[in-house]
């Protein structure tokens, strides 16, 4: 009986590789020792956007990116929270040598609550959720080359985007809203995750 368990047990991780199961992610809490890595800079750090007025939905496929009626926006909470997590970044002294944020009015304007003006339009970042799989394709391809080029030396690169994005490239979907993402730059693809900061650690990391 022991035998025929093997046997089936075999049989099925067999069938499980062949259809190209990836393993699932898991996600790693942030460490008081990678944190104050991060404070010397060489990281990628991709962050949600804050919380949204889900009474709203982006009215696809006519969103007007200079036109902010036409996509789904902050709600008050997630421009508070936005408020806050910068707040934390300039109290933990965090260096940021460039600021990457997605062309979407909520992206946007969680970069200015956050960190003010200076940050940089990236396109490639935009929302991927409502976009075909051949859509996806170049933006995964430019969020993998973001991820990848090199973090000028002393800071680190901020980018501010979206869940289905990440999600599509190394399938995490990330929550809460205003988790960062933390990415060194090493590994086969030239980045590889290291862990996730959630808008609720920061009293611990703060202390």
């Known amino acids: 009986m022991k035998t025929l368990v093997c046997l089936l047990s075999g049989i099925l991780l067999s069938l499980s590789v062949f259809a190209g199961d990836a393993p699932a992610f898991v996600e790693k809490p942030i460490t008081n020792e990678l944190f104050e890595q991060i404070r010397s800079g060489g990281f990628v750090l991709y962050m949600r956007h804050g919380n949204t007025d889900n009474s709203r939905a982006d009215r696809f496929p006519a969103v007007d990116l200079s036109d902010c009626s036409t996509q789904r926006l902050l709600s008050d909470a997630g ?3 936005m408020r806050d997590i910068g707040r934390h970044l300039r109290s933990a002294k965090l260096p940021l040598n460039r600021v990457l944020v997605s062309p979407m009015c909520r992206t946007r304007e969680s970069a200015q609550l956050a960190i003010g003006d200076q ?3 990236s396109e490639p970042l935009m ?3 409502n976009m075909t799989s051949a859509q ?3 933006r ?3 969020l993998k080359k973001l991820l990848a080029e090199p973090v000028k030396p002393g800071g ?3 980018i501010i985007a979206h869940a289905p994005n990440l999600d599509d490239l190394i399938g995490f979907f ?5 988790t960062i ?4 730059q090493t590994g086969a693809a030239g980045y590889e995750y290291a862990a996730s900061i959630h808008p609720a650690d920061w009293a611990e990391l703060l202390k």
């Open 156 to 158: 680190n690169t901020l």
């Open 127 to 129: 929302y991927s959720a």
């Open 119 to 121: 940050f940089e339009i």
């Open 140 to 142: 995964i391809a430019a």
């Open 136 to 138: 996806k394709q170049p």
């Open 174 to 178: 990330v929550k809460p809203e205003g």
């Open 181 to 184: 993402v933390v990415f060194r």
């Open 79 to 81: 421009r508070q929270l």
